[in-house]
């Protein structure tokens, strides 16, 4: 499976050419999850939630999760892979890797 790093990541993210897509808990997403990140709670990626997540099969799908030793963003993307999307990469990095370059994560705040 491709990688891609975060200098490349970024790039992507300010041209709006990719879909980036945080593979930890709800929890962990609401506590802080990196610029413009769709959260996929679960390990298990069903057809209507690749869907929903990412409706054109040709766009660049991202996955990540908490860092190096974190397997869910390879499972993810290996799910992404199998119902045939074109262009999956994995942030290998991750959340550990935004931070250290001091980089910050987005924060859900509850609404009003």
Not at 24 to 50: C, I, M, R, S
């Amino acid at each position: 499976m491709e990688t891609i790093g975060r200098e490349e990541l970024r790039r992507l993210l300010e041209q709006d050419a990719v879909t980036l897509v945080e593979a930890l808990p709800a929890v962990q997403y609401e506590a802080g999850h990196l610029p413009q990140a769709l959260n996929l709670p679960g390990t298990t990626l069903t057809p209507q939630d690749a869907a929903r997540l990412v409706p054109d099969r040709a766009r660049t799908v991202v996955t990540y999760c908490s860092g190096p030793g974190c397997s869910r963003s390879r499972v993810v993307a290996g799910a992404f892979v199998r119902l045939g999307y074109d262009d999956v990469r994995v942030y290998s990095g991750g959340k550990a890797d935004w931070l250290e370059a001091g980089l910050t994560l987005m924060v859900n705040t509850p609404a009003a």
